[in-house]
Structures are given as structure tokens and as C-alpha cells.
């Protein structure tokens, strides 16, 4: 392949998001302002919800502000699946609160509710579903789970934009929902977040901890205004989004339903042609609703397999090490299926900007590799 490096995933950028940043450099209000009020809107009408949206510097911020928003803090208890990115645990663990970490189901690697249910004690206030590898067949349970224990659910729904699950969008509906923008993840918006939520004292509390808790500063904002005679009661944050990331994760809305199909036919042609290897198997997905961020397989002697991929220019991922084997999160249980599943998980290559010819040249390596 010329030497050149296939990617494991990257952004991407057309003319139209450098021209929306060039116009709002031109306004000299990069900060927030009417840019993110029209992002939110935009996001609103895309999944035509009754959910209120707040748009935030990351996704891990959109998760912390969630928690706060819930007043979690020391002595609390989330549920959380161990395969995740660390960013969930931060998350929590940023407000206090004690992340403990359960096993996931080897077929989807979503949180393992009977697992959960072991873990569930008063201390637990919330659960963290996560979207992996942007699917979230077996929320139903969660819901059903958290019903039964008074407990929260927050969504970390970071990959999964654009996803559907029993043909519904997610973000439609839930508890609180929670998405990232950033870089690489289905839609951009340079970094960024969002928090979704129809409680709407909870996102009066995330409207204004994202401003360093000045309160109803959001509304200023977004007309134009600031705030001087203010009054502040929380603890705040500077996690607003601004003016330029808005811009360009307006623009990339509207690419979405192109990135959807790119993403969902590769998934498809790597489930096609390397069905036939033995030593490779699949998350059972169904592609016509789940928008893939990350494609991961399960492989046969993964490391050497992942070798040789690298030594043929192919960058691969593996989503992700178990957070309860983090030095900060480290537990003395063993979480026997994690821990399986972490040395066979390998992510290939799956972005907007991957060619036929490159996907076919990983297709064919790792037929090469199994000797096929
Ligand atoms: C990307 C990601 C996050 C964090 O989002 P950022 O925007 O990078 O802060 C959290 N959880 C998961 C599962 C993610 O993939």
C-alpha cells in the first residue's frame, strides 16, 4: 500500500467545516454563544426529542457534569463495566464516588447485569451502561435493573451518536444520555460533548456547572449577553463548548447520514469476507442500527496477529484494557470474562476516509495471517 500507514480511525474534514470555523473566527465571539444554541437545537431536531440538550468541552466532561448534576460523592458506589475507556471511570471517580467495576457479556461486551446485580449494595446510587463499540442491545435490562434498585442511569453513549436500538435513536429517550465529539468519534466537533436528559432540574444544574455555576448564565449567553450581577451556589466547572467547536460539529450533522453509511458497510464487508476464518469471530451487532465507531473483533492468537498487521502498516486498536486492572481501579476480584476477552479483542481500521482498496489490503493480510 505505498508505504503508507493504514489508520485505525480518524477525523474527517471537508471545506464545508473550514469555512463554518473561518465564519466564526470573522464574528470575533469564539466563547459560547449563538453557534452552540444552534448546535444543541440542531442535535434536538436530529433525534426529534423532547430531551433538552447541553453541549459541553468533552464527552468525559458531559459524564463528570452528569454526576455532579446527582450529587454523587464519597461513599457512593456506580456500576460500571470494566471494559471501557478510563474516561468513565475519571468520570466518576472525579466526583468522589467509587467506581466498581463489573464483568461484561462476551458476545456484545455490554455490562453484564447479572454481574451488576452481585455488586449492588445501599452505597450505589448509579449505573453507567456503556455503548461499546457503539451498540446497546440489553439496555432494556438496565432500565428494568435500575428500577428495582432506586438507582440513576447515566448513559456513556460516547460512540454511539447516530445509533438506533429497536429503530429508535439513541438519545431519544433515557435517563441521561451522554455523547462525545470528539476527534474521531462519529461526529466531531474538533473535542466536545453533550448531555441529554429530560429532568430539567438536573439540566439547570448542567447548564450552570458548566459555567462555573453562575447561575442562568447559559440564556445570557446565548443572546449575546453576560452576566455581572450574579449569584453562584455549586461547585462549577469551565466545561462550556464554544463558538468554533459548535461550528464545526454543526456541519458534521449533516454529513452524518454519509458517515452512517460508510461505517455500517465497512462493518458489514469485515463480517463478509473474514467470516469464513475459524479464528476470528464477531460482537453479534446488527449494522442496520448500530453506526460503528470502533469494528472489533475476537482473534485467535491476537498478539501475533497484531504484529504482523503493524509490520504491514496496518494500525489496529484494543478497546479496551480492563479498568479494574489500572493501578487507581484495581480490585482484589478477578473478572474472569474481561480479562479473557482483553487478549482476543483487536479493533481494525474503520473510519469515513478508509478506501475499498485499503479495507480489502487488511481483509487479505489477515486471511494471510491465518494462512487462508
Ligand atoms: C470517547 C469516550 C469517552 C470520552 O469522550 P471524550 O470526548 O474523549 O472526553 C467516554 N467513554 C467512552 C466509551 C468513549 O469512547
Not at 444520555?177 to 474521531?184: A, K, N, V, Y
Not at 466536545?192 to 429532568?199: C, F, P, V, Y
Not at 486492572?325 to 474503520?350: F, R
Amino acid at each position: 500500500m505505498n508505504g503508507k500507514k493504514i489508520r485505525l480511525s480518524k477525523s474527517s474534514i471537508s471545506e464545508a467545516e473550514k469555512s463554518a470555523v473561518l465564519d466564526v473566527l470573522d464574528t470575533e465571539f469564539l466563547g459560547m454563544g449563538a453557534e452552540v444554541a444552534h448546535f444543541e437545537k440542531e442535535i434536538k431536531v436530529y433525534l426529534q426529542t423532547e430531551m433538552e440538550v447541553a453541549c459541553v468541552s468533552t464527552g468525559t466532561a458531559a459524564l463528570h457534569l452528569a454526576l455532579v448534576a446527582l450529587e454523587l460523592g464519597e461513599g457512593d458506589e456506580v456500576l460500571v463495566p470494566s471494559i471501557t475507556y478510563v474516561a468513565s471511570y475519571q468520570a466518576i471517580s472525579a466526583t468522589g464516588a467509587t467506581p466498581v467495576s463489573c464483568e461484561v457479556l462476551s458476545d456484545t461486551l455490554f455490562i453484564d447485569i447479572n454481574d451488576a446485580e452481585r455488586k449492588v449494595t445501599l452505597k450505589t446510587k448509579a449505573i453507567m451502561p456503556v455503548h461499546y463499540a457503539s451498540s446497546s442491545v440489553g439496555m432494556q435490562e438496565v432500565y428494568i435493573f435500575a428500577q428495582k434498585h432506586d438507582l440513576r442511569v447515566v448513559e456513556d453513549a460516547a460512540q454511539a451518536f447516530g445509533s438506533r436500538r429497536n429503530g429508535t435513536l439513541v438519545g431519544v429517550s433515557g435517563d441521561i444520555i451522554c455523547f462525545s465529539f470528539d476527534g474521531i468519534k462519529n461526529i466531531t466537533s474538533g473535542e466536545g460533548g453533550a448531555i441529554l436528559s429530560k429532568d430539567r432540574e438536573l439540566m439547570q444544574k448542567v447548564q450552570d456547572s458548566r459555567l462555573l455555576a453562575i447561575e442562568k448564565d447559559t440564556q445570557k449567553r446565548f443572546s449575546g449577553q453576560r452576566s455581572w450581577d450574579f449569584d453562584v451556589k455549586l461547585q462549577g466547572f469551565r466545561y462550556h463548548m464554544s463558538n468554533i467547536m459548535a461550528a464545526i460539529g454543526r456541519v458534521q450533522l449533516t454529513r452524518l447520514e454519509s458517515f452512517k453509511e460508510k461505517r455500517q458497510s465497512v462493518a458489514r464487508k469485515y463480517v463478509k469476507e473474514l467470516n469464513a476464518l475459524e479464528s476470528v469471530t464477531f460482537l453479534s451487532f446488527d449494522y442496520q442500527e448500530v453506526v460503528p465507531h470502533i469494528f472489533v473483533i475476537k482473534a485467535q492468537d491476537r498478539d501475533n496477529l497484531r504484529q504482523f498487521l503493524l509490520d504491514n502498516l496496518i494500525e489496529c486498536g484494543i478497546h479496551y484494557k480492563p479498568n479494574h486492572l489500572l493501578t487507581k481501579y484495581q480490585t482484589s476480584e478477578l473478572l474472569a470474562v474481561s480479562e479473557a476477552l482483553y487478549s482476543e479483542i483487536l479493533t481494525l481500521p474503520c473510519h469515513n476516509d478508509l478506501s475499498d482498496k485499503e479495507q480489502d489490503y487488511v481483509i487479505e493480510k489477515i486471511k494471510e495471517f491465518y494462512g487462508k
